[in-house]
């Protein structure tokens, strides 16, 4: 009888991975070390016979590269290696995977860009969740790959590996979410705290069916392109601190079903679009543009210059309504002086009209 799943997550195990676990790759379906302390680098123990559906090696302490063999798991439809410290540019190679749906690489030290190379097919059939997340990825976003995803063009339920020992963790809508069966329901896309630059490619709309897309934490310019209106299933939508500008397109108002928005601390203007559950952003999911108007925020459109209370000198009021010290001198100066002349005046005319006074 074979080993089928081999399951050591949560707990407070040491030390390397274990070569020797290259005897079970011909029977082993799941192998899940997640959330130990395993260094060190991954070792080749991937054989060309190797049986593996899912993988989760997430939350340790590994290092190095992503081994090339697992090439050979060709029904291989979970990959987490996720949390740790690998150092690596992005495995394009997983691309020839046909059954591969799920790729978590988040919070790593992978770096460089995201290309297809020429001459090679690599276009990850069944993918439709991706975690790139928190790592120093750089250049363009990949317009080619968004071309290629055909698992994410629409909503379609692809099988994954049955039964309930598996789970991945993904922050959806702003809240880190722990996803167990119901993730072959999902489909996302999760490029944020990178180093991407450029506009946002219209290749993007070609992934009809995604749900989640957040590019927030990155150096994204342009504007919001109009197109992203046709994302029709989209539930989330992230794309803040970027250097994105100009006006929000008035057609993400009809993105029905989505929840959760955040375009805060950008450079974008103009007016906030309104209607449908667009009234419903609060205003953290605007702040940090400083040139926006409209509900949710304070700043009214078209009036925020009348609404705003002159202002008020003190210094200057207090010179025009009363003297400074120069005024009192000369105030003081001709108040003795008029003084002084009118008793030296009224003593002489008392004296010559004394009489005519009594």
Partial sequence: MSLLWLDLSFNNITGSIPPCLKKLSNSLVVLNLRRNTFQGTIPNIFTNKSQYQMIDLSENKLLGQIPRSLENCESLQILDLGYNLIEDMFP????????????ILRFNKLHGTI???????????????????HNAFYGDLPHQYFQEW????????????????????????????EYVKNIKFFSAVDFSSNMFRGKIPESITTLGGLQSLNLSNNAIDGVIPQYM????????????????SGKIPQELVQLNFLEVLNLSNNKLIGP??????????????????????????????????????????????????????????????????????????????????????L
């Fill in 115 to 133: 290309t297809i190379p020429s001459k090679i097919k690599v276009d990850f059939p069944k993918l439709h969740i991706i975690d790139l997340s």
């Fill in 150 to 177: 055909s698992g994410m063009k629409k909503i379609k339920v692809n099988e994954l590996l049955e039964g309930n020992s598996f789970s991945i963790q993904m922050t959806n809508k702003g809240v880190k979410m």
């Fill in 272 to 357: 906030i679009p309104q209607g449908r559950h667009f009234d419903t952003f609060l205003n953290d999911s605007f702040k940090g543009n400083k040139a926006l108007c409209g509900y949710p925020l304070s700043m009214k459109c078209g009036d925020s210059k009348a609404s705003k209370p002159p202002k008020v000198s003190f210094e200057k009021d207090t010179e025009s309504d009363f003297p400074n010290g120069i005024d009192w001198v000369v105030i003081l100066i001709g108040a003795m002086t008029g003084l002084v002349i009118g008793l030296v005046c009224g003593d002489h005319l008392t004296r010559r009209y004394y009489k005519w006074f």
């Fill in 92 to 103: 394009f190679w997983l691309g020839s995977l046909s059954e591969l749906q799920i790729l």
């Fill in 229 to 244: 209106g046709n994302l029709t299933n989209l539930e989330s939508l992230d794309l803040s601190s970027n250097k994105l």
